[in-house]
């Protein structure tokens, strides 16, 4: 089914956020804190509500998987464990495809357990078709995880560490970042058709993946 | 003989500026429509031209040192040296063109700024070579050159991405009305003046750039020597 040393680093990554909640917890308050302040910073009502809900949710997934993305790699900095994985014979792009699954997965979970405070704090009703946001978010979210947690692993041993994270990773995840707010936002508007973005996702998402499989090894071992 | 030739490459090329200075404010004629604002193409094309001529090179540099490192490792520290400046340089002009956009923009179209594709994929451009640099800057170590050639590679397959996804996103909604792209029907008077001063400023951009390479070369053979001195001071030991 999935290569073992994948399927390995999967589990311990997910067993070991299942003991402590850490990066859940965090993410979770924090994406809802950011909500409120941009309910209070743009004021959201009525229609105006509709056009930005798409946005803000974007947004406050981006913040709240960046606090995830920060310690993500935080475990195998200490007590050398990089060292081991890195002298382990899997290869590390199956180490890197694990921990963008878990970190995709918590994401995931802060998205459900937030989808219904966004509905009632935006007062949104969705006029488009909603089962397309299962495909929309996934596929946004996997894209600002994926980059993340490669230029997570750029950053690793340099001072500034998680703001540089932050720096990097933005400005390549603006079309991705676009891409979701616009399908999004039309889902919900209802108003345009969000194929094209969703298309653009998805080539955005294969691209970047295979370029990150490919040259996780070469960031990986660079010595 | 080297150091004659570079001295004669700088003159001819701020003879070439001064000549395209010239021709840019005295000899091409007014704009129909906009007047003497419009003179200020002469800087901004250009710019954008060696800004973007640079970003290429720089990612040629960091592809070459990614895959010279484990064999040859001169032809690496050389290709790192052409990524370092070219990425410098080119941010230098992406900030020329930045700027001398909007000025221009705010007298000819009486907007600053606006969210359209060539725009916006310039401004995430800037921002992704800024980013390379703070990399460069932040990450330590002898790694730190292999880290920035995998983020320079990154970077340049985003833009593409970024300028299609901006395309579309302005194809959708109303864009705000020019008064035509700049260059577009330019007029044969102007054609001249235009083309000496791209050839100023390319002449001047490359002068910067072997010069940063130059400085980039030096401090390389600098830290290897440490290096070494280091290595040795140790081994008596």
């Known amino acids: ?223 | 003989m080297k150091k004659l030739a570079i001295g004669l490459y700088a003159a001819v090329t701020v003879a070439l500026m001064v000549w395209g200075y010239y021709q840019a404010i005295y000899v091409a004629p007014n704009d129909a429509m906009q007047g003497e604002i419009f003179r200020i193409i002469y800087y901004h094309v250009p710019s954008a031209s060696v800004a973007f001529l640079f970003f290429a090179i720089s990612l040629i540099g960091s592809i070459g040192y990614l895959g010279f490192r484990r064999n040859h490792a001169g032809w690496a520290q050389v290709s790192d040296a052409w990524a370092l400046a070219g990425a410098e340089v080119g941010v230098v002009f992406c900030t020329v063109v930045l700027t001398t956009g909007p000025l221009w923009g705010r007298r000819a179209w009486g907007i600053w700024w606006t969210w359209d594709a060539r725009l916006t994929t310039t401004l995430v451009l800037w921002l992704i070579y800024v980013s390379y640099l703070l990399l460069r800057r932040f990450a330590a170590g002898p790694q730190m050159q292999t880290l920035a050639a995998v983020l320079g590679i990154f970077g340049a397959l985003d833009v593409p991405i970024v300028y299609m996804s901006n395309r579309w996103w302005r194809t959708q909604h109303p864009a705000p009305v020019f008064g035509g792209s700049e260059g577009s029907g330019m007029a044969a008077s102007m054609v001249g003046p235009f083309l000496w001063n791209m050839l100023a400023w390319f002449a001047w951009g490359v002068m910067i750039l072997g010069i940063r390479y130059a400085v980039e070369r030096q401090q390389q053979k600098i830290a290897a020597r440490e290096a070494q001195a280091a290595l040795d001071e140790g081994s008596l030991i």
């Open chain 1, 1 to 223: 089914m999935m290569p073992r040393a994948l399927w390995t680093h999967l589990v311990k990554d997910l067993r070991i956020e299942l003991r402590t909640l850490d990066a859940l917890v965090s993410m979770l308050f924090f994406s809802l804190l950011v909500v409120v302040l941009f309910s209070i910073a743009f004021d959201p009502r009525g229609v105006f509500s509709q056009q930005i809900a798409g946005g803000v949710l974007c947004v406050a997934t981006m913040f709240a998987s960046v606090s995830a993305l920060n310690q993500a790699w935080a475990r195998e900095i200490r007590h050398q464990v990089l060292d081991a994985q890195r002298m382990a014979p899997a290869p590390g792009a199956e180490l890197f495809l694990a921990k963008v699954i878990a970190n995709f997965l918590f994401v995931t979970v802060v998205q459900i357990i937030l989808a219904p405070c966004f509905l009632i704090f935006y007062n949104l009703h969705i006029v488009g078709q909603a089962w397309l946001l299962a495909l929309v978010l996934p596929l946004g979210t996997w894209a600002l995880v994926g980059n993340g947690i490669f230029f997570a692993a750029l950053s690793i041993r340099s001072r500034n560490r998680e703001l540089l994270l932050s720096l990097i990773l933005f400005p390549i995840f603006i079309p991705a970042l676009l891409a979701m707010v616009q399908a999004t936002t039309a889902i919900l508007t209802g108003e345009s058709d969000p194929t094209l973005w969703i298309k653009l996702l998805l080539g955005y998402d294969i691209i970047f993946t295979t370029v990150s499989l490919l040259l996780f090894d070469v960031v990986f071992h660079a010595e």
